[in-house]
């Protein structure tokens, strides 16, 4: 746990079982996942799903919601926050009478270096 809470920015299980087997070659990639699921779902970890096998994660824990942009030709990965889509969001629930717990948006696409 203190070496996903001791990373900056996003990251895959691969990368994180990387950094631990150098410290421990007896880490395993099962217990990596496995670790990582729990920590998604106590809320410590971030899990944006890219669909099919790709996922990345991001501590989560002491920081503000955001949304993700992603590139489709480079990987690059953009934080933003938006109060429209926020009150958008809000006004949607409001009107379907919904009480969200969570949400997640990421928008996929090309940068500016991958037009």
């Known amino acids: 746990m203190t070496a996903v809470l001791g990373i900056q920015g996003h990251f895959t299980a691969d990368q994180l079982y990387l950094r631990l087997e150098r410290k421990n070659p007896r880490a395993s990639r099962a217990t990596v996942y496995r670790t990582l ?16 096998q790709q996922a990345f994660y ?8 955001h949304d993700h942009l992603i590139c489709l030709g480079c990987g690059e990965i953009i934080e933003f926050t938006s109060r429209a889509i926020e009150e958008l969001q ?3 629930c409001r009107e379907h009478q919904f009480e969200a717990r969570s949400h997640s948006h990421k928008i996929l696409g090309h940068c500016r270096k991958c037009h």
């Open 58 to 65: 991001e501590n989560f824990y002491g920081r503000e919601h």
């Open 90 to 92: 809000d006004s949607v």
């Open 37 to 52: 699921e729990h920590l998604v779902g106590s809320g410590l970890v971030d899990k944006v799903d890219l669909g099919g």
